[in-house]
């Protein structure tokens, strides 16, 4: 059973960088896609950014693309998203989620952690 969880949130100002973590439990394959969403107030959860255990490709959404960078360090079954360029906009709840079949349904995800960004 396949367990997420997420760590590195906090309270950044406008500008600053974050760096979230997460951690994977069990065996990972190459062919799993890991995914980072966001779930703001209020908002509907979105789709941040994906990466197989392979390193490749990367997934990012429109508005996070140049400022966020998504990578996996597979020793430690450990998703990263380097958070750069932090907007206000990007206030969420992020959560870790795994795709494992190549279906994007995500059907495995942490239990999120918040970022808070300041103007």
């Known amino acids: 059973q396949v367990q997420l969880v997420e760590s590195g949130g906090g309270l950044a100002q406008a500008g600053g960088s974050l760096r979230l973590s997460c951690v994977v439990s069990?065996?990972?394959?190459?062919?799993?896609?890991m995914g980072w969403f966001r779930q703001a107030p209020g908002k509907q959860r979105e789709f941040v950014a994906a990466?197989?255990?392979?390193?490749?490709?990367?997934y990012y959404t429109d508005s996070v693309r140049g400022r966020f960078t998504i990578s996996r360090d597979n020793a430690k079954n450990t998703v990263y998203l380097e958070m750069n360029s932090l907007k206000p906009e990007d206030t969420a709840v992020y959560y870790c989620?795994?795709?494992?079949?190549?279906?994007?349904?995500?059907?495995?995800w942490g239990q999120g952690t918040q970022v808070t960004v300041s103007s």
């Open positions: 989620a795994a795709d494992t079949d190549g279906s994007w349904s995500y059907n495995y």
């Open positions: 069990g065996r990972t394959v190459s062919s799993w896609r």
């Open positions: 990466i197989r255990w392979s390193g490749s490709p990367t």
